[in-house]
C-alpha cells in the first residue's frame, strides 16, 4: 500500500473519517488511471468530491438515480475500470439492493462501494436517514465482501485494500465525527483479519466500527475491577475471521457482541453463526438495534441507548459476569 499515507492523530483532529477517505481515493486515483469515482449528487458529504477536484475526467455524477448508478458501476467494471460508488448506506444498501446484487454481484463486478451515514451516525436526521440493516443485506448476497472500519485509521487502510482486492466490496462508514481509535497508520490491517487490541480471559467483546473504541473503554473500566476482557476490532464482517471468534470462545466463553446496526443480521449474528457451527456453548449477548428502529437524537445518545457505548458494554460485562461455568477443560465432550 504505497500511496504516501502519513497521517497521524494530528490529523484526525481536524480531518474527519470521510476526508482522509477522499484523500486517500485521490492518492489511489494518480496512481492507478483505472479508477474512477461515481456518486448520486452527494459529492461534497460523501466526500468523494476530493477525487473530483484532481481527476474531473473519472468523476461521474448521476444525481438522485442511485439504482441507475449502480448499473453504470457494473458496466464500467465489464470495462476494466475500477469503480468506487460513494453515497448514503440507507441509499447504497436498501435503495438499491436489487441492483447490487444482481448487476454487480451476480455478475462478479469489481466495484466498490464506499456507504457513509451508516448505523445511527446521522442521528439528527431522522430513521429515514439511519441504515441499521445494512450489514445484514450486504452479508447475504453472494461474494460481497463487507468491511466496516473503526475509524478514519482504519478507513484508509480499508480503502487501499479494497483497490487491491478484486471483487465486491461494501465499506461502511459513519457520517465522519467519529474519535480516533488510533493515534497513526503504524498498524498491521489486513481484511478478515480481526484486531485483538485488549487481551483478556475473563470476557470478550467482539466489535466494529465506532463500538470498537467503545468496548476499549469499557474494557478498560473493567480492568480497574480485576477484570480481563478481550476486545476484538472486527473490522471485516465478511469473511468473519472465524478463528478469532473460536479462541475467544474457547479462552472466556463469554461473548459480548457490539455494533451499530439492528442485531438481526450483522456483526451479532454473524458470531452467533460460528459458535453454533463449532458445537460449543458459552455466553453470547448481542448489543445494537433490539429489532427496532432508533429514534432521532445524537449518535451519543443514540449509542448510549442502545447500550453500544462504553457504559451499556461495561453494564452487560458485569451481567456475563454472573455467569458460571463449571471447570471443565475439555471441550471435546461438549462437541
Same mark, same amino acid.
Given at each position: ?88 448506506? %440507507?441509499? %447504497? ?243
Amino acid at each position: 500500500m504505497a500511496i504516501g499515507l502519513t497521517w497521524n492523530i494530528d490529523d484526525a483532529d481536524h480531518m474527519t473519517q470521510g476526508e482522509i477517505y477522499g484523500e486517500v481515493l485521490t492518492r489511489l486515483g494518480s496512481e492507478n488511471p483505472k479508477i474512477v469515482a461515481l456518486t448520486a449528487d452527494l459529492a461534497g458529504s460523501t466526500k468523494i468530491g476530493a477525487f473530483q477536484k484532481k481527476h474531473a475526467d473519472r468523476f461521474f455524477n448521476f444525481g438522485i438515480m442511485e439504482t441507475n448508478m449502480m448499473g453504470w458501476a457494473s458496466g464500467l467494471a465489464e470495462s476494466g475500470l475500477i469503480p468506487v460508488v460513494s453515497t448514503f448506506a %440507507a441509499f %447504497a444498501a436498501l435503495r438499491c439492493a436489487e441492483h447490487v446484487r444482481t448487476d454487480i454481484c451476480y455478475n462478479k463486478r469489481n466495484v466498490k462501494i464506499i456507504a457513509t451515514h451508516s448505523g445511527t451516525s446521522f442521528g439528527p436526521a431522522g430513521t429515514t436517514h439511519h441504515c441499521t440493516e445494512d450489514l445484514a443485506v450486504m452479508r447475504a448476497i453472494a461474494g460481497m465482501t463487507v468491511i466496516v472500519p473503526a475509524d478514519a485509521f482504519e478507513t484508509a487502510k480499508a480503502t487501499a485494500a479494497v483497490i487491491a482486492h478484486d471483487g465486491p466490496c461494501y465499506v461502511r462508514i459513519g457520517r465522519s465525527f467519529e474519535p480516533p481509535l488510533w493515534k497513526n497508520l503504524d498498524f498491521d490491517w489486513e481484511i478478515g483479519k480481526a484486531i485483538q487490541l485488549r487481551e483478556g480471559t475473563d470476557c470478550t467483546v467482539i466489535a466494529c466500527g465506532p463500538s470498537v473504541l467503545e468496548a476499549c473503554d469499557a474494557s478498560d473500566r473493567a480492568k480497574a475491577r480485576g477484570l480481563a476482557v478481550r476486545v476484538l476490532d472486527m473490522h471485516t464482517i465478511k469473511p468473519l475471521d472465524k478463528d478469532a471468534v473460536v479462541r475467544a470462545l474457547m479462552d472466556t466463553r463469554r461473548i459480548i457482541t457490539a455494533e451499530d446496526h439492528n442485531v438481526l443480521g450483522g456483526l451479532g449474528s454473524a458470531v452467533a453463526e460460528v459458535i453454533a457451527e463449532s458445537g460449543k456453548g458459552c455466553v453470547l449477548r448481542r448489543l445494537g438495534m433490539q429489532d427496532r428502529f432508533s429514534p432521532h437524537g445524537s449518535p451519543e445518545d443514540l449509542q448510549h441507548m442502545h447500550k453500544i457505548d462504553a457504559d451499556g458494554i461495561e453494564e452487560t460485562i458485569a451481567e456475563v459476569m454472573k455467569t458460571d461455568f463449571e471447570a471443565d477443560e475439555d471441550w471435546e465432550d461438549e462437541v
